[in-house]
C-alpha cells in the first residue's frame, strides 16, 4: 500500500492543477489571442501573467515536495513542517539535508526560533480559543528562552502543548491514542503531528544525566531526563506546540473531517482571465512594494480623528479603534479585532470588551512610530494615557496590524474583500492594563 503523501493534501493538489490549468491556456494562446481581443480581454497583461507560469511551476512544486520531504529527514529529530515555519528557511534545512549534511540542517531550524519568531507566532496563536489563556505565561516563558534558562522553558513549553490539546481533543498531545489528524492539513498529516507525538511521548524509564536533544515530555516532566537544558531541546517544544495551531484551528471550527463533496465545476474562460489578472497584479504589488517612510507627527498627524489618515491604512484603523475606546464604543472596537475573535465570540464580543474595557478609560493616544513589514503586516507604536481606578496611567504599546480576508487568512492584494486587524497591542487582554 502506497504511504500518504502531504503532496496529495486537497490544498497542495489544487495549487498543482491550477498551475497545469494556466499552462494549458498558455500553450492554446496562440488561438485564443484573436478571440480574446474580440472579447476585450488585456492582451498585454495575459502575456506578462503567462511569462511567469514557468517559474510559478517551480515554485509549486517546491511547495508541493518539500513538506515530504522535510518530514522524511527531520520527524524522527522532533521537527515536522506546519503552516507558520517559514518556507525558506525549511527549504534550506532540506537542501543540506539532501547534501548530507542533516545536523546543520537542523541548526538552520534551531537558530529560526529566535525571540522576534517566538513572538510572532505566539501573536497568531490567538487565532486559536483555546490557547488565548495560556498567552501570558507563553509570554512569560519567551523571557526564560531568551536568556537561555532552557531549564525554566522547556517544561513549561511542553504544559501549555498538552494543556491545549487536552481541552480540544479530551486526550493531551503524548496521550496514547489521541487524535491529531485534520483534514486538508500539512502539520496535521499522517506524517507530522502523529508522528511527532510519538517521537517526543517516549517512555524513559532510567534516569539519564547526559545531553539529551529532543524534548520528551516523559522524561523530563517526571524528573528522569536530567539533562534536557539546551537550546536544541527548547525550540523543539516551542516548534511543536506552533506545529499544532493548524488541527488546533481546524477542531475549533468543525473542520477536522472532509467537507460533503462538491461535483467538480470547470472554470469558464472569464473566471480563467480573472485569475490570470489577479496573479499578474499580485506579483506587480509583491514586486514593487517596499516599505513607507512615515514619522508620526511630520507625514501623518500624532493623534487625531480616523478621518485625518489614509483611507484603508493601518494607521486608520488602529486610530479608528482608539477613537472608539475614547468614546467606550465596545461595539464598535469589537469590529476591530481578527476575523476568528469575531467568528467565535460573536454577539459576546462587544460584552466582552467592555467587561474588560469600561474600568480603563482611554484619556489621549499618541502615535510614535509606524513600520511596515510586508504590504499587509505594519508594527504600530502608540503612547496610551488611561485612568484606571482614578489614577492616570502612561504606557507605549506596540501593535501590530495584519490584513486578513474573511476566513481569517493573510490578504493578497487582489483580495478587495479584506481589511486591517489588531493581532497584538490592547485585544485579548494582550496589554495587560
Known sequence: MTEPRISDIPSIKKVLEEVKSLKSVKAAMPLLRPFLKLLGGNIGELDNAFAKVEEMERIAAELSTIPDRFNDFFAARGWI????????????????????????????????????????????????????????????????????RYHASVPVVL????????????HGFFAQ????????????????????????????????????????RNGILHGMDLGYDNKLVAAKAWAALFATRDWAL????????????EPK????????ITQLRDI?????VLNSWAPRSIQPGVDIPASGPPADYGQGTPEQKLVAFLTFWQARNYGHMAKCVPFMDKKYSGNRLPL?????????????????????????????????????????????????MVKEDSDGKFAMPSNSNSEWTIYRGCINKILHL
Open 159 to 170: 504544559a501549555l502543548l498538552d494543556g491545549m490539546v487536552n481541552d480540544l481533543g479530551g
Open 280 to 284: 499578474a497584479n499580485d506579483q506587480a
Open 177 to 216: 491514542g489521541v487524535d491529531l489528524e485534520a483534514w486538508d492539513s500539512i502539520a496535521a498529516h499522517s506524517k507530522g503531528l502523529a508522528v511527532l507525538s510519538k517521537v517526543l511521548g517516549e517512555g524513559r524509564y532510567k534516569t539519564t544525566t547526559y545531553q539529551i536533544v529532543l524534548p520528551y
Open 352 to 400: 466582552e470588551i467592555r467587561q474588560y474595557y469600561e474600568h480603563k478609560r482611554l484619556k489621549t493616544f499618541e502615535l510614535l512610530e509606524l513600520i511596515d513589514h510586508s504590504f499587509n503586516i505594519t508594527n504600530i507604536k502608540a503612547q496610551l494615557v488611561y485612568e484606571h481606578g482614578g489614577t492616570d496611567i502612561e504606557t507605549v504599546t506596540e501593535f501590530r
Open 81 to 148: 513542517l506546519y503552516d507558520m515555519l517559514n518556507f525558506e528557511v525549511a527549504k534550506a534545512a532540506v537542501q543540506k539535508a539532501e547534501a548530507g549534511d542533516i545536523d546543520s540542517g537542523e541548526h538552520e531550524l534551531v537558530e529560526y526560533y529566535d525571540e522576534k519568531t517566538i513572538n510572532t507566532h505566539i501573536a497568531l496563536m490567538m487565532g486559536v480559543k483555546a490557547f488565548r489563556p495560556r498567552i501570558p505565561l507563553a509570554r512569560k516563558v519567551l523571557i526564560d528562552y531568551v536568556e537561555e
Open 265 to 272: 465545476k470547470e472554470k469558464t474562460w472569464d473566471e480563467i
Open 250 to 261: 481546524k477542531v475549533e471550527q468543525g473542520k477536522v473531517k472532509p467537507p460533503p463533496q
